[in-house]
């Protein structure tokens, strides 16, 4: 189930959903994703579907992986120097977006998964990403400004930190709302406010505030 020809068919069912963008179509065929989670659904890795990843956590489904992804990028527009995500998981979106970018910067409130994403991110050879056990509402202030921030969970409203922390003319991808009620949203950074752009309906986990120290 890990095979090239299973890799292709989820290329294909993306490319038929609506994903254009042929750089986000390829990580997503070379990005292994059955080793982002646990050994017992290695079967289902290449199923367009969210997975649990433990912790109360998801690996999100692959289409919303490309989506968001392919939203940040804009093709056509100016490449993503600086680009933080909130919410690093298990690693698998940060493998898809971090070649496409020049360096990406990620935080994770739960320590141990980010021990993880970093030990598969590393045997993998990606080593434009930074990384920072933080609380995603605050961002990323040291390093801000960013040219996109993508964020994998979904708070009830955007936090202002990270609108704050866009650079002009850049880009925020984040699902936004609570329960079956999330919106993802790109929001655009422009001279007279912001843009805002509904991109469809989604499903998230909750993007929870603070810091979780017990999981050290």
């Given at each position: ?40 659904l ?25 989506l ?12 993503l120097d ?10 698998y ?11 990406l910067f990620?935080i ?13 991110l ?14 995603g ?19 009830v409203?955007v ?23 999330q ?29 979780d120290?017990?999981?050290?």
């Open positions: 189930m890990t095979s090239a020809r299973t890799r292709e068919r989820l290329v294909q069912r993306l490319a038929a959903s609506g994903i254009r963008n042929a750089a986000v179509l390829e990580r997503v065929r070379n990005v292994p994703r059955h080793l982002f989670i646990d050994e017992a290695a079967s289902r890795a290449y199923e367009d579907s969210a997975l649990p990843i433990g912790q109360g956590q998801t690996i999100s489904q692959p289409y919303i992986v490309a968001m992804t392919e939203a940040l990028l804009q093709e056509g527009g100016r490449p600086k680009v933080l995500e909130v919410g690093t998981g298990c690693g979106q940060t493998a898809i977006l971090a070649p496409l970018v020049g360096k990620t994770e409130r739960i320590a141990s998964l980010q021990r993880a994403a970093r030990s598969r590393n045997s993998l050879g990606i080593g434009n990403v930074r990384y920072r056990h933080g609380d509402f605050e961002g990323w202030p040291g390093q801000a400004p960013f040219d996109a921030i993508l964020v994998a969970a979904a708070p409203d936090p202002p930190a990270l609108i704050e922390q866009l650079a002009p003319g850049g880009r925020l991808v984040i699902p936004v709302g609570s329960g079956a009620h919106v993802l949203l790109r929001i655009t950074r422009g001279p007279g406010g912001v843009d805002r752009e509904q991109l469809g309906q989604v499903t998230f986990v909750p993007l929870v505030e603070g810091v120290r017990a999981r050290r």
